[in-house]
């Protein structure tokens, strides 16, 4: 596991890299890339589904989000899945899905169960 000020990561027992971010942060492009980078680094380099939490009042903002839907940026992503809780989070992610159009399947969920059935597909 690797911890940092805004985040943890960690590689699951079933491969799925999972993301807590953690409350109150607004998630920068330098946020995405160490979550990036660290997600490569604990796979050795695949590609692998990402299991996002989002801390209470965390935000990501327009520059994070566009470097987000950078093909050349999410190399190490193959899915994400976002488990959110409230319909501000449920909000952003729809408006980044819509405007930004990543090109990597994303979805949310309300619950973590849902959200690794899912993503096992892209494993």
């Excluded at 805004?6 to 995405?32: A, M, N, Y």
């Excluded at 604990?42 to 209470?56: A, K, Q, R, S």
Aim: hydrophobic share 45%.
């Amino acid at each position: 596991m690797k911890k940092f000020e805004f985040c943890e990561v960690f590689l699951r027992k079933d491969g799925i890299v999972q993301i807590i971010l953690f409350p109150s942060i607004d998630v920068t492009p330098g946020h995405v890339k160490i979550m990036l980078e660290t997600s490569l680094e604990l796979t050795n380099g695949i590609p692998t589904p990402i299991l996002m939490f989002i801390g209470e009042f965390s935000t990501f903002g327009k520059e994070a989000r566009e470097y987000s839907a950078n093909p050349e940026n999410i190399k190490a992503v193959s899915a994400i899945a976002y488990v959110i809780d409230n319909l501000g989070h449920k909000l952003v992610i729809n408006f980044f899905m819509k405007i930004n159009k990543p090109p990597k399947p994303i979805k949310m969920f309300m619950d973590e169960t849902s959200a690794v059935d899912w993503l096992l597909q892209y494993k």
